[in-house]
């Protein structure tokens, strides 16, 4: 098992916050998924347990991409949580993410 952190959509409930539009879930305003393996994760290199560096790095890179880059709206809306993933969806994340 592969500890992460994905970001939970607030009020809505299983619901995160996507990993771009294509893993979005287009029935729902802000495309959050239902499905782990869509969601935004963090997950260390190492596959050890992400921690609050970890999110708060996560946080300045959103702030440093040219677009989309509303750190103050997924503070607002998403809560990190700790989540654990499989073998089989980590190689999923891996395959999408091209790493």
Known sequence: MIKAIAFKAKG???RYLCDGIEC?????EFLDTTVL???LLIIRNDLTEPGDQDI????????SLPISNDVQFVKDNYDPVPVVLTQAELEIVRERNEW
């Not at 979005?24 to 729902?28: C, E, L, R």
């Not at 708060?56 to 702030?63: I, P, T």
């Open 56 to 63: 708060e790095d996560c946080y300045n890179f959103f702030s």
């Open 24 to 28: 979005g879930d287009w029935s729902d």
């Open 37 to 39: 393996t869509d969601a």
């Open 12 to 14: 809505k409930e299983g």
